[in-house]
């Protein structure tokens, strides 16, 4: 399936933000194995939390110590030589020691973890407006359910930034994802969307109206109609330089860039 028949969250961003990336990486399909060593962290850290709350879900509360165990086999296990510090300075303990300190952090603020815990790394396939010419997909890191449709949307975010309650307030990602839920599940009567930002646990929840939502599935058809449009004309996916380009694995590729990234060593 190309990924102009179904699209994800992250590729609708990625075009906004710069239409040459998004093309080289969703059209082109190049793929490079290179991977930045904060998102290879925050994979790992996922990973620890996923596997936490399977274990909550057998029945069984692991201690801390299992769960920093889970995390450092899964680091050894999925380490490779094209992770890349664009950070001068930075080393790869630090972040080792970071994705520890998150859990660590999460443990705390959490448990006993007596959440009503429905999915963990959640795969959704739905369509926007019911319409199936315009299929998203995406994975929905933690779905809580009191049992009565009141559900909660949990994300994970390892980043640098937390959001502030008007940034969420605007955030489309976990938006997108009520959507799905509520087309996929009869009960729902609400739905909170809830960022646990892990580095410093800060929690920020937030909520969105019909209007909002019905809002939302226009911006988002519209851009896929512009991608698809420019695909099919044979249209520009221009270059945007911008400070994430630090962070690009397409310098080779880019028009406004030359040889490779010299921040990604
Ligand atoms: S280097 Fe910057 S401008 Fe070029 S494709 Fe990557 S993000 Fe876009």
Redesign the pocket.
């Known amino acids: 399936m190309s990924v102009l028949e179904r699209f994800s969250y992250s590729g609708l961003e990625s075009y906004k933000k ?1 239409p ?2 998004f093309k ?1 990486r969703y059209i082109d399909k190049i793929r490079k194995t290179d991977e930045g060593i904060e998102a290879f962290t925050g994979k790992r850290v996922h990973e620890a939390l996923e596997f936490l709350y399977t274990e909550v879900q057998s029945g069984r509360l692991p201690f801390i110590d299992g769960i920093l165990e889970h995390y450092e086999q899964h680091w050894e296990k999925n380490w490779h030589d094209r992770i890349a510090i664009a950070k001068r300075g930075e080393r790869v303990e630090d972040y080792y020691r970071l994705g520890e300190d998150c859990i660590a952090r999460f443990y705390r603020n959490n448990q006993p973890f007596s959440e009503r815990v429905e999915g963990i790394e959640l795969e959704l396939d739905f369509m926007l407006d019911n319409d199936d010419s315009y299929r998203m997909k995406g994975i929905i890191d933690r779905l809580d359910h009191d049992g009565e449709g009141n559900y909660e949307i949990h994300d994970y975010k390892t980043g640098k930034r937390a959001m502030s309650q008007g940034q969420a307030d605007q955030d489309n990602q976990l938006a997108l994802y009520q959507i799905a839920l509520e087309q996929q599940r009869e009960d729902v009567q609400t739905v909170s969307l809830v960022w646990h930002f892990v580095r410093y646990g800060i929690v920020v929840k937030s909520k969105r109206t019909k209007e909002q939502l019905q809002h939302l599935v226009r911006v988002m058809k519209n851009r896929i109609d512009e991608i698809r449009l420019k695909e099919k004309q044979g249209g520009e996916f221009p ?4 400070i ?2 630090n962070w ?1 694995y ?2 080779e590729e ?1 028009p ?2 030359s040889g490779s990234n010299p921040y990604i060593r």
Do not use: E, R, S
Request: aromatic fraction near 18%; include cysteine; charged fraction near 5%.
């Open positions: 710069c040459a990336q080289f270059a945007k330089p911008m994430l380009c690009c397409y310098w880019c406004a860039q």
